[in-house]
């Protein structure tokens, strides 16, 4: 089982989903196993305007801790995290961060992207 424990910068009380990332697709929205896959299939609120195409930036997050259990980040992510506002080193875009194996992942939910749409 994987662990993804979710801050929120709104303050908004911490959560934590276990899952089993060999059971991806956990719902239709972003690349399967991907954060917005787990959070979404899991009850929690991640914006995310293009549907989890990889084409707005409404789905930042900022990887707090085990980053290296999520997939390499491809050219098109890339570009994309550049426009995001308050990018940091370890942000990704939910969408397209798969999960790669048994991970213990935190994450920070930004407040400016819960309020971008
Ligand atoms: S939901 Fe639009 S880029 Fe992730």
Redesign the pocket.
């Known amino acids: 089982m994987a662990k993804l424990r979710i801050l929120f910068e709104t303050g908004a009380p911490e959560q934590t989903i276990e899952f089993d990332p060999g059971k991806a697709p956990f719902q239709h929205d ?1 690349l399967p196993g991907s954060l ?1 896959d787990i959070l979404l299939g899991h009850g929690v609120h991640l914006e ?12 930042h997050v900022i990887v707090k801790s085990g980053d290296g259990h999520l997939a390499e980040a491809e050219e098109s992510e890339l570009d ?1 995290l550049d426009k995001a506002p308050g990018l940091t080193a370890t942000s990704r ?4 961060a798969v999960v790669r194996d048994d991970a213990d992942i935190t994450i920070l939910i930004p407040r400016f992207t819960i309020n971008a749409a």
């Open positions: 972003g917005l995310h305007a293009c549907g989890g195409n990889c084409a707005c930036t409404t789905c994309l875009l939910g969408c397209q």
